[in-house]
């Protein structure tokens, strides 16, 4: 069983900052992608930023400059530093891995796909 979860959620004013944190634990070989989604009300999931073993990221143009991705592979963390939030950021983000739980399933090339349970951000006044 391998689990995902989050931290850092809340509320905060336009302008602020927040720091997402993501932990995985359970039966994991190795991780590969990382990424942030988010959802908010009435809107399809998007991709928030995504950022690979070899720490390359990529982040959606409605974030670029102002949202940070990083990873600590030895503690299977991802990290989501999120400043200058505006109200259009409210949304419940979720953390997601690709994983293979197995040495067997690595040399095969077969990942899983795990996802957190979300938390919360709301940025208002």
């Known amino acids: 069983q391998v689990q995902l979860v989050e931290s850092g959620g809340g509320l905060v004013q336009p302008g602020g900052s927040l720091r997402l944190s993501c932990a995985a634990s359970?039966?994991?070989?190795?991780?590969?992608?990382m990424a942030w989604y988010r959802q908010a009300p009435g809107k399809q999931r998007e991709l928030v930023a995504e950022?690979?073993?070899?720490?390359?990221?990529n982040y959606a143009d409605s974030v670029k400059g102002r949202f940070t991705i990083s990873r600590d592979n030895a503690k299977n963390t991802v990290v989501l530093q999120m400043n200058s939030l505006k109200p259009e950021d409210t949304a419940v983000y979720y953390c997601?891995?690709?994983?293979?739980?197995?040495?067997?399933?690595?040399?095969?090339?077969?990942?899983?796909?795990?996802w957190g349970q979300g938390t919360q951000v709301t940025v208002s006044s």
């Open positions: 950022i690979t073993t070899g720490d390359n990221s």
């Open positions: 997601n891995a690709q994983i293979a739980t197995t040495s067997g399933q690595a040399m095969a090339g077969i990942t899983y796909e795990y």
């Open positions: 359970g039966s994991i070989f190795s991780i590969y992608r």
